[in-house]
């Protein structure tokens, strides 16, 4: 997997590791908690990898048990303060304390007005036919991506995502961000 972002998060020693085509680095978390079984939530402050300089700290749920990795930005200013909820749609690994998370370059961002949109459906395709991604993990990924779109338009977001990660987790994800949960 050349260009595939690649996330791998040791929760024992609270390390969270991003590896890119630009970008290799390791990165403390301030906190660690666990949601039921197979959920966990991180918390860390936000290193500057990108041109986003005004995020504090960012929040991630992550769910072996999916495809599906959700991030919370606190960004008060810049572009991703319009964000509520980003969602990267990828492949989990997991082996005692260390989840792995391979990116499959789908994402939906969720804003603070409860629309969302779809991003880099075509980044994912060319990443299939360059091989990046096999055809088991594609299938995969857009049956997530099109039963949660489905839930999101049945349900509502939030609700769709309570449902899916638990109201604890995305109470925790949201704590003191918003006022409608």
Request: charge should be negative; hydrophobic fraction near 40%.
């Given at each position: 997997?050349?260009?595939?972002?690649?996330?791998?998060?040791d929760?024992?020693?609270?390390?969270?590791?991003?590896?890119?085509?630009?970008?290799?680095?390791?990165?403390?978390?301030?906190?660690?908690?666990?949601?039921?079984?197979?959920?966990y939530?991180?918390?860390?402050?936000?290193?500057?990898?990108?041109?986003?300089?005004?995020?504090?700290?960012?929040?991630?749920?992550?769910?072996?048990?999916?495809?599906l990795?959700?991030?919370y930005?606190?960004?008060?200013?810049?572009?991703?303060?319009?964000?509520?909820?980003?969602?990267?749609?990828?492949?989990?690994?997991?082996?005692?304390?260390?989840?792995?998370?391979?990116?499959?370059?789908?994402?939906?961002?969720?804003?603070?007005?409860?629309?969302?949109?779809?991003?880099?459906?075509?980044?994912?395709?060319?990443?299939?036919?360059?091989?990046?991604?096999?055809?088991?993990?594609?299938?995969?990924?857009?049956?997530?991506?099109?039963?949660?779109?489905?839930?999101?338009?049945y349900?509502?977001?939030?609700?769709?995502?309570?449902?899916?990660?638990?109201?604890?987790?995305?109470?925790?994800?949201?704590?003191?961000?918003?006022?409608?949960?």
């Amino acid at each position: 997997m050349i260009n595939i972002k690649y996330y791998n998060f040791d929760l024992t020693n609270k390390i969270e590791e991003i590896q890119t085509h630009a970008v290799n680095e390791k990165i403390d978390l301030e906190q660690v908690v666990r949601f039921g079984k197979d959920t966990y939530g991180i918390k860390r402050r936000w290193k500057i990898l990108s041109s986003h300089n005004s995020v504090d700290f960012i929040k991630r749920l992550l769910s072996p048990k999916g495809n599906l990795m959700l991030t919370y930005y606190r960004d008060k200013e810049g572009e991703m303060s319009n964000y509520l909820i980003y969602i990267d749609f990828g492949k989990y690994n997991v082996s005692n304390n260390l989840i792995e998370f391979y990116d499959q370059e789908l994402d939906i961002v969720i804003y603070n007005n409860l629309k969302y949109k779809i991003l880099d459906m075509e980044e994912t395709i060319s990443a299939y036919e360059r091989g990046e991604i096999a055809l088991s993990d594609l299938s995969d990924i857009l049956i997530d991506f099109e039963n949660l779109v489905n839930n999101f338009n049945y349900s509502g977001i939030i609700n769709s995502l309570s449902l899916r990660f638990g109201v604890t987790a995305i109470n925790w994800l949201l704590k003191n961000e918003v006022s409608f949960i």
